[in-house]
């Protein structure tokens, strides 16, 4: 793409952000759906998976950014569809490539990332998810919850058990014994239509494995997941950008005896971090963005990072900007409501704080004792 053409993207997704979604984000978290014709045109402006028609990664986490800004529900479906794509790219045969990429590209088809289990959240080794062999096919049996985009999504790339090891599967929604049961009351992100998947007896034929039999947790699932956490960071990004731009607009006009809140140095001091948090928040995810377009190995912990920063950041901005609102933040008027609350979600999924922090620091020892 041209610096042209990566411009005038940018200024459809942010045209489509501050016209057709911020203006809707609080009816459609209280709705806890997305409509139909808001799916469609995601998928009028390409940007269910754009880096299969060549846009930078670098774009597509500014995209993100920008969806994240106005709503975190469509963010996160964005990034679970985008998982599915990413896999199907990179360990689907030419066959599964030729099946599924068309309809995941232009949104005619929706993916999910099936990989936590309501028995032990997203261990893979505790997984009871299971795939057994039966002539030249497979019997999948077990439940997966917490999906996002469950729902809506007609491909869930979902993960059994084959004995010892973990296993990626291809599952369309519409094979026999699959059941779609929706979740409600969710903390945040309520519009992104999380729903249990439960396989009762479904059987699928060998063309449904994806990448190497046996050996998903080291392929599929780990390049799936890096792809997530680079969009959780960047739509995190957007979230700090919107809760600065909503606590600006509210300590301007917002006055008191002593004149208008922005001339406390307290609140200053609180959009000065909020200003801070932002950008380097973004500049993390444009190095990690730079590095997996140059396909460098580096990209893994510079996502790692990012998501860890990011995800902080967004919550201690969104605590800030509820605070500085004072009751007003927590009512559903104000958009910070919502942003504190899909906040917090960012720093549980695609990787926990603390497991963040665990994987951040062994890779320190690791290049101190080199």
């Known amino acids: 793409m041209t610096a042209t053409d990566t411009q005038v993207l940018l200024d459809a997704v942010r045209a489509f952000v501050d016209d057709e979604l911020r203006p809707h984000a609080e009816e459609f978290d ?216 909503a606590t600006v607009a509210y300590t301007t006009n917002r006055t008191t005896s002593e004149g208008p809140l922005f001339e406390r140095q307290l609140v200053r001091q609180k959009i000065s971090d909020m200003v801070t948090g932002l950008r380097t928040s973004r500049l993390l995810c444009r190095e990690a963005g730079r590095l997996k377009d140059a396909e460098d190995p580096a990209a893994i912990m510079a996502n790692w990072i990012a998501k860890y920063h990011a995800s902080t950041t967004a919550a201690a901005c969104a605590s800030a900007a509820v605070q500085l609102h004072g009751a007003a933040g927590c009512s559903p008027e104000h958009p910070v409501a919502r942003l504190y609350r899909d906040a917090k979600v960012m720093e549980i999924i695609e990787g926990s704080t603390e497991l963040q922090q665990i994987t951040i620091a062994e890779q320190a020892y690791q290049e101190v004792t080199r």
């Open 30 to 245: 209280r709705d806890e759906h997305l409509p139909d014709h808001l799916l469609k045109r995601v998928g009028e402006l390409g940007l269910w998976a754009p880096f299969l028609t060549g846009v930078p990664m670098v774009t597509v986490g500014q995209i993100h950014e920008e969806i994240g800004r106005g709503c975190s529900s469509l963010r996160s479906l964005l990034t679970v569809h985008g998982m599915a794509s990413w896999s199907v790219r990179h360990w689907g045969d030419d066959a599964q490539r030729e099946r599924w990429l068309p309809r995941l590209t232009d949104g005619s088809l929706l993916g999910a990332f099936a990989l936590t289990g309501p028995e032990g959240g997203s261990d893979p080794s505790v997984s009871a998810t299971t795939a057994e062999r039966e002539g030249d096919g497979w019997i999948l049996n077990g439940r997966k919850k917490w999906i996002t985009g469950g729902q809506v999504a007609g491909l869930y790339l979902l993960f059994a058990r084959t004995g010892d090891a973990l296993t990626a599967f291809l599952v369309p929604r519409d094979t026999p014994g699959v059941t779609v049961e929706p979740l409600h009351g969710i903390l945040g992100t309520r519009a992104s239509m999380l729903a249990e998947v439960v396989l009762d007896d479904v059987r699928l034929g060998d063309d449904a494995v994806l990448g190497p039999l046996g050996w998903a947790t080291g392929t599929v699932m780990t390049s799936a997941l890096d792809f997530g956490r680079f969009s959780v960071a960047s739509g995190s990004v957007g979230i700090i950008q919107a809760c600065l731009d």
